[in-house]
């Protein structure tokens, strides 16, 4: 193994042996230095890993480690990032040029350092600009990206949105095309006419998620806008019934004329049933309690028989539906309905013919009727209308004790 080979591995043994303490010092900005970890400080000092902070005792990272991590984490990053496209492609074009002049000359090792300056180039640009997208839809399409009210968030998109135009137009700028120019010496190599073409798909790439972005961002705008109107008005109702309270609730259930049905009942009491406040129950308690904390062992749990029973494997008998007679009333009642078109149909005949006064109460079956005409589908109801007829409770508005129900269907 060579001398920088052995120097690599030996650095990124250092960062592997000392994960906890560089992971406590980049979450909590700072490390100090004690009798536990004074050397291993002292050996990442040495790399360049640790600097020294304000005091002697107090450590960093550098800034290259961190800004790595950073990186990494996608943690303190900006989506705008000032990429300047044409400039990149022009020092592209001098560095093939470079490549091309070494190889002429047979220089492998400049023409080699030229060919790993092309693709770190070309690996870099594409990278900023897929960070950049990943950032920033990460910050548009969170609950709040990063801020912390709906104002905020809204002008967040808005820079967002601003920024995301403005590359689009810049990158649309670039003739992207022209690059296949790179590859017209006939003698160029595979290596570099692959990372010339994966550039030139990539560059398309993130110039059509670009666009789709855009649009995405357009579509939360509105939406967020929405919210925000609808935020205001919620806002400035609130404030209104704060200095407006004239709304009260009334205690209705003490009314002499509201019927029993509708009047609030006393409230449910519940007790134990073994009262531990009772003093003629403490001493047995107790007593208990000390015999139970007497016992050297526990009381044994109940054997219970665990002998498998055989499976019955019979086709178990068909059992006809059982419906529910009233049902079936209220369903002739309404196909009754349907069938006199513009007539009207009275669910208290249909109960006098029927001769369902010995079976349910006239109050029950009306009550049953109107049930299942709510549970009827929308086309249903659309279909059959009910006039209910009854007297009206005074003082309450909608509310009335029903004493007929009148079916017709709807021409």
């Known amino acids: 193994m060579s001398f920088d080979h052995e120097q690599i591995a030996g650095l990124i043994r250092k960062l592997a042996s000392a994960d906890q303490l560089l992971a406590h010092t980049y979450i909590n900005g700072t490390l100090f230095a004690d009798d536990n970890n004074r050397s291993s400080i002292d050996s990442l000092k040495k790399s ?48 093939i040029d470079d490549y091309r ?43 709040f990206g990063f801020v912390s009210s709906l104002n905020s968030k809204i002008r967040q998109n808005q820079r967002a949105l601003a920024y995301a135009q403005q590359l689009v137009r810049e990158l649309n700028h670039v003739r992207i095309d022209d690059c296949y120019d790179w590859l017209s010496w006939s003698s160029i190599p595979p290596a570099l006419s692959r990372k010339i073409i994966r550039f030139i798909d990539q560059y398309k790439s993130v110039v059509e998620r670009l666009t789709s972005i855009v649009g995405r961002m357009k579509e939360l705008l509105f939406k967020l806008r929405l919210q925000e109107q609808t935020a205001n008005r919620c806002r400035a109702m609130a404030q209104y019934l704060r200095k407006h309270p004239e709304w009260n609730p009334l205690d209705w259930s003490e009314d002499a004329g509201m019927p029993a049905l509708l009047r609030r009942g006393a409230g449910l009491a519940q007790h134990p ?50 419906r529910d007679e009233y049902e079936i009333h209220i369903e002739n009642l309404f196909a009754l309905a349907l069938e006199l078109q513009g007539r009207k149909v009275s669910a208290l005949q249909y109960w006098c013919e029927q001769n369902l006064d010995k079976e349910v109460k006239v109050e029950l079956w009306l009550d049953m009727v109107f049930a299942q005409y709510c549970c009827l589908p929308r086309r249903m109801r659309r279909a059959i209308t009910l006039d209910m007829q009854g007297e009206n409770l005074a003082g309450y508005n909608g509310n009335q004790i029903i004493e007929e129900i009148l079916l017709q269907r709807v021409a």
């Open 273 to 322: 049933c073994i009262n531990p406040s009772n003093p003629a129950l403490q001493a047995d308690l107790t007593a208990i309690v000390q015999e139970l904390r007497r016992q050297a062992k526990p009381v044994a749990p109940l054997v219970r028989d665990s002998t498998s029973s055989p499976l019955d494997t019979r086709t178990p008998e068909l059992k006809t539906q059982a």
């Open 101 to 143: 002049r070494a190889l002429e000359q047979n220089q492998q090792d400049e023409a080699q350092f030229h060919l790993e300056q092309i693709d770190d180039t070309l690996y870099e640009a594409i990278e900023a600009l897929e960070n950049s997208l990943s950032v920033m839809f990460a910050a548009i399409t969170s609950q």
């Open 48 to 95: 360049g890993i640790l600097r020294t902070a304000d005091s002697a005792d107090e450590y960093r990272l550098t800034s290259d480690i961190k800004r790595l991590i950073d990186r990494l984490l996608l943690r303190n990053q900006r989506y705008q990032q000032n990429i300047n496209m044409a400039k990149i492609i022009v020092g592209i074009e001098e560095d």
